[in-house]
């Protein structure tokens, strides 16, 4: 068996094709769709991801700004400009890179975003309507990833679903979405124990534990649907993902590259959510 690829790039660009039809109705409104990004420090990997964001923004037809802040600026200096973008009526969509300097209450910050603004859906009123069945923006690395399952068709419901890794922004809201869509599902992390006992159950395994290497393909069901969410850059330069690519895809049905796969869908949704925002505040 060798597993078919999940081609992130391919599914973003159908993606991009939906979007394009629902900017051009907001244009003949006089709307165009706004992102705006807060970014503190220069940190290096943060400002290839904003670069990545403003090209698509770009491609789409999206109005995208940068706002740069220097290291030192203040935790109220962040959140003054946070409040200036939530006043500002050209701006659907606002995000806040991480990591943010260690100086800085990242909590707060991203709390302080218009939770009708706060596109990345890491907002505490996000986050909670999403645990309630009832989303009003949801992180897009999760939500790209079921975007993918559901481009190629995979079913969900009834499956058995193992996410590795707990993190807020996918972990935990990966593994609502596959409940909602009726999947049982188990999550595990870099402490549980005997982890491939785990993982061997999966018909559909995402991982996203932020760890080299961590799944092997051994430790794969055949046939299983295999999701790499991580992204790690190696000694040598190269990035590489969670999950050993070439002896996975010897087990899986489907599997995602790094890079090439689940990353392009994280930035369609993210554009994907700032055209929500606009229609919802768009006269009706």
Request: overall charge neutral; charged content about 20%; some cysteine.
């Amino acid at each position: 068996m060798s597993g078919v690829i999940l081609d992130g790039v391919v599914i973003a660009r159908t993606v991009y094709a939906a979007l394009a039809e629902r900017i051009g109705a907001l244009r003949v409104q006089g709307i165009v769709p706004g992102l705006a990004a807060v970014e503190v420090g220069g940190h290096a990997a943060s400002l290839v991801y904003i670069r990545n964001k403003v090209r698509a923004c770009e491609a789409a037809g999206v109005h995208s700004e940068v706002h740069q802040l220097d290291a030192a600026c203040s935790e109220e200096g962040v959140l003054e400009v946070v409040e200036a973008l939530n006043r500002n009526p050209r701006v659907h969509g606002i995000i806040v890179q991480l990591p943010l300097p260690s100086s800085l209450d990242a909590t707060r910050i991203l709390q302080a975003i218009d939770p009708a603004k706060d596109v990345d859906g890491f907002g505490w009123r996000n986050l909670g309507a999403l645990l309630s069945g009832s989303p009003l923006f949801v992180p897009g690395t999760p939500l790209g990833v079921m975007a993918m399952l559901d481009h190629a068709r995979i079913p969900i419901e009834g499956r058995t679903a193992v996410v590795v890794g707990r993190s807020t922004i996918v972990g935990k809201p990966m593994a609502l979405l596959l409940i909602s869509r009726g999947a049982t599902v188990t999550v595990c992390h870099s402490r549980t124990a005997d982890l491939g006992e785990w993982t061997r159950r999966a018909d559909i395994l995402v991982v996203a534990a932020g760890r080299p290497g961590l799944v092997s393909g051994e430790m794969i069901k055949p046939g299983a649907v295999v999701i790499d969410v991580g992204i790690n850059r190696l000694a040598n330069g190269k990035l590489a993902g969670d999950v050993d690519f070439s002896s996975a895809r010897e087990r899986a049905s489907y599997i995602t590259p790094v890079p090439g796969g689940v990353g392009p869908m994280t930035v369609a949704m993210l554009i994907s959510n700032t055209v929500l925002a606009a229609e919802r505040g768009a006269p009706q």
